[in-house]
C-alpha cells in the first residue's frame, strides 16, 4: 500500500475530512456554535494526521479542502438545513472529539460513534408537550404572575406546543408559523382571562410565548459575532429577530381583532 494513502495507521485523508465533515453536519445542524464546529473538524482530522486541512463554516453550510504536495486533493460543500436545537447530540459530539485522542479510537470507530449519534432519538411529542407547558407555566411566575395566571400560562403552553408540532412544523413556513403561534396563545389567554381563569393578562402572554422564543439562535448569533464570525452571528441574528417580530405580530393582530370586537380595555 502506498504511504501517500494512508493516514495514521489505516486512515485514509479522504476518509477522514468526510468523517470531520459529518461531525461539523452533525454540529452546526443541532445549533452548535461556528468555533465549536470548526475546533472539533480540526481537532478530528490533526489527531489522524491530516495536516492540510481548512474548513469555512457558515450558519448553513461547510466549505472543506485538504490536500498538499503529499496528501491527495480534497473538496467538499455540504449544505446544512436549519432545524431545532438539539444540544444532546452537540454535547455527544463534542464528548466523542475528545475521547478520539483519550482512548485512540479508529476512524471505523468513529464513524460508528457519529452514526449512532445521528440517529439518537429525540424526546418524545407528549414530552415537548409537558415541557412547553411547564415552561410556559413557570417563567409566568417569574415574571409576576400569579398561581391562576401559572395555571393558564401551563395550559396555552400545551395546545400551544400540539399547534406546533402537528400544524405549523409540518404544513407552514416559519413566519406564518410564529404568527399563528402568537396569535393562538393570546386568544387562549385572553379567553383564559375573560372566564376568570388568570389575574394578569400580560403576564399570562409573557410566559406562554416562551417555547415560540428562539433562545439557542440568539445566543450563538451573539457568540459568533463575538469570535469573529460576523457573516453566521449575523445570520442567525437575523433569523432570531424574525421569529421575534412574527410572534409580536401574531400577538399585535389578535389583541387589535379582540378591541375591535369588544371595544374596551385589555389590560
Given at each position: 500500500m502506498k504511504t501517500d494513502e494512508i493516514v495514521t495507521g489505516?486512515?485514509?485523508e479522504s476518509m477522514v475530512l468526510e468523517t470531520a465533515?459529518?461531525?461539523?453536519?452533525?454540529?452546526?445542524e443541532n445549533g452548535a456554535e461556528i468555533f465549536r464546529v470548526e475546533e472539533t473538524m480540526d481537532r478530528i482530522c490533526r489527531h489522524f494526521g491530516v495536516k492540510s486541512d481548512n474548513f469555512f463554516v457558515l450558519s448553513n453550510g461547510i466549505f472543506a479542502t485538504g490536500g498538499d504536495g503529499k496528501e491527495r486533493t480534497f473538496?467538499?460543500?455540504q449544505h446544512i438545513p436549519v432545524r431545532a436545537a438539539r444540544l444532546d447530540r452537540v454535547v455527544a459530539?463534542?464528548?466523542?472529539?475528545r475521547e478520539v485522542e483519550e482512548k485512540n479510537l479508529t476512524i471505523g470507530e468513529v464513524q460508528a460513534r457519529l452514526r449512532q449519534i445521528?440517529?439518537?432519538?429525540?424526546?418524545s411529542e407528549l414530552m415537548q408537550i409537558l415541557a412547553s407547558g411547564v415552561g410556559s407555566g413557570c417563567f409566568c411566575y417569574l415574571f409576576g404572575g400569579s398561581l391562576m395566571d401559572s395555571a393558564a400560562a401551563f395550559a396555552a403552553g400545551l395546545i400551544l406546543y400540539v399547534y406546533v408540532l402537528r400544524v405549523s412544523s409540518p404544513h407552514l413556513s416559519k413566519i406564518v408559523g410564529n404568527i399563528g403561534g402568537g396569535a393562538l396563545v393570546t386568544l387562549i389567554c385572553i379567553l383564559c382571562y375573560r372566564l376568570g381563569f388568570g389575574e394578569h393578562l400580560n403576564h399570562m402572554i409573557i410566559g406562554s410565548i416562551i417555547p415560540l422564543v428562539p433562545g439557542v439562535p440568539f445566543t450563538n448569533?451573539?457568540?459568533d459575532i463575538a469570535d469573529g464570525d460576523y457573516i453566521s452571528g449575523a445570520v442567525r441574528l437575523l433569523d432570531a429577530i424574525l421569529v421575534f417580530l412574527c410572534i409580536a405580530i401574531g400577538v399585535g393582530v389578535m389583541f387589535t381583532l379582540y378591541r375591535?370586537?369588544?371595544g374596551g380595555a385589555m389590560l
Amino acid at each position: 500500500m502506498k504511504t501517500d494513502e494512508i493516514v495514521t495507521g489505516m486512515a485514509d485523508e479522504s476518509m477522514v475530512l468526510e468523517t470531520a465533515m459529518e461531525a461539523g453536519h452533525i454540529l452546526l445542524e443541532n445549533g452548535a456554535e461556528i468555533f465549536r464546529v470548526e475546533e472539533t473538524m480540526d481537532r478530528i482530522c490533526r489527531h489522524f494526521g491530516v495536516k492540510s486541512d481548512n474548513f469555512f463554516v457558515l450558519s448553513n453550510g461547510i466549505f472543506a479542502t485538504g490536500g498538499d504536495g503529499k496528501e491527495r486533493t480534497f473538496a467538499k460543500v455540504q449544505h446544512i438545513p436549519v432545524r431545532a436545537a438539539r444540544l444532546d447530540r452537540v454535547v455527544a459530539v463534542n464528548q466523542l472529539s475528545r475521547e478520539v485522542e483519550e482512548k485512540n479510537l479508529t476512524i471505523g470507530e468513529v464513524q460508528a460513534r457519529l452514526r449512532q449519534i445521528q440517529d439518537m432519538p429525540g424526546k418524545s411529542e407528549l414530552m415537548q408537550i409537558l415541557a412547553s407547558g411547564v415552561g410556559s407555566g413557570c417563567f409566568c411566575y417569574l415574571f409576576g404572575g400569579s398561581l391562576m395566571d401559572s395555571a393558564a400560562a401551563f395550559a396555552a403552553g400545551l395546545i400551544l406546543y400540539v399547534y406546533v408540532l402537528r400544524v405549523s412544523s409540518p404544513h407552514l413556513s416559519k413566519i406564518v408559523g410564529n404568527i399563528g403561534g402568537g396569535a393562538l396563545v393570546t386568544l387562549i389567554c385572553i379567553l383564559c382571562y375573560r372566564l376568570g381563569f388568570g389575574e394578569h393578562l400580560n403576564h399570562m402572554i409573557i410566559g406562554s410565548i416562551i417555547p415560540l422564543v428562539p433562545g439557542v439562535p440568539f445566543t450563538n448569533g451573539i457568540r459568533d459575532i463575538a469570535d469573529g464570525d460576523y457573516i453566521s452571528g449575523a445570520v442567525r441574528l437575523l433569523d432570531a429577530i424574525l421569529v421575534f417580530l412574527c410572534i409580536a405580530i401574531g400577538v399585535g393582530v389578535m389583541f387589535t381583532l379582540y378591541r375591535r370586537l369588544t371595544g374596551g380595555a385589555m389590560l
